[in-house]
């Protein structure tokens, strides 16, 4: 009887360690099931401007299970041909993954939405102009000197006409289609080692009604000219706005 027992107790261990092996391998399986994403080697630095060549790339292996949606950031290992040439717009250490985010390209042609959009340059005064925190897309209104006859304006407090003359107009929102030879960002432009060109010469869009440009614009070229061109400022709008809708 004594044998009996013992013979069901190691049976039964027999099976509880083929059961508890077979759930370590699984778990082994599971670990070794990688996900090969791109990374810089370790010995390697890329500044902004400077190419990914295939010799500064390797293999970065992740466990599935523990990569989530990491692919859509990163990129993986086997876009090694499509990272290859390009630039980053950032400073790159050795060790670092390759983010997807990284390697943004200026757009090459304006980006037109309907065909009555015109485009116009507008030189703004360089002097008050910080033209790197701009970009295309943004919004913008113009501050133009008024010159020759000056109109009174309205005074905030009692709303009556005023005596004191108006020094300027603002003009807008008008939004940058362009900044001097970039449409894109300014740390796409420096990747691509695009030159940056007059940058005071700010590109925007404008509406074609028929025979003339839309009332807001008319009134800005109009100003421009009056003021020959000189001291036209830039306020850029919070881009907030386009975020919230507001």
């Known amino acids: 009887m004594k044998g009996s027992y013992g013979l069901i107790v190691?049976?039964?261990?027999?099976?509880?360690?083929?059961?508890?092996?077979?759930?370590?391998?699984?778990?082994?399986?599971?670990?070794?099931?990688?996900?090969?994403?791109?990374?810089?080697?370790e010995d390697v630095t890329i500044q902004p401007g400077e190419s990914f060549k295939e010799s500064d790339l390797e293999r970065v292996q992740i466990p599935a299970r523990y990569a989530g949606n990491l692919r859509e950031y990163v990129h993986l290992y086997s876009e090694v041909p499509t990272v290859v040439g390009y630039s980053p717009t950032r400073v790159y250490q050795g060790g670092q993954l390759i983010l997807r985010a990284d390697l943004r390209t200026p757009p090459s042609d304006i980006a037109f939405t309907n065909k009555n959009q015109r485009l116009i340059t507008i030189e703004v005064d360089s002097r008050g102009f910080q033209s790197s925190l701009y970009k295309p897309g943004d919004q913008i209104d113009f501050i133009v000197p008024v010159m020759g006859p000056r109109a009174t304006i309205i005074d905030g407090g009692t709303g009556q006409p005023t005596n004191r003359a108006k020094d300027f107009e603002v003009i807008g929102p008008f939004t940058i289609a362009h900044i001097g030879e970039r449409?894109?960002?300014?740390?796409?432009?420096?990747?691509?080692?695009?030159?940056?060109?007059?940058?005071?010469?700010?590109?925007?869009?404008?509406?074609?009604?028929?025979?003339?440009?839309?009332?807001?614009?008319?009134?800005?070229?109009?100003?421009?000219?009056?003021?020959?061109?000189?001291?036209?400022?830039?306020?850029?709008?919070s881009r907030l706005e386009s975020k919230t809708g507001n």
Do not use: C
């Open 10 to 41: 190691a049976v039964v261990v027999g099976v509880l360690g083929a059961v508890l092996n077979w759930i370590y391998l699984q778990n082994k399986t599971r670990d070794v099931e990688n996900v090969s994403f791109l990374g810089l080697r």
């Open 183 to 237: 449409l894109g960002s300014p740390d796409a432009a420096r990747a691509s080692r695009m030159r940056s060109g007059q940058e005071r010469n700010i590109g925007i869009f404008a509406t074609w009604e028929g025979e003339q440009y839309d009332a807001q614009t008319t009134k800005l070229l109009s100003l421009v000219q009056r003021a020959n061109g000189q001291n036209v400022r830039v306020s850029m709008h």
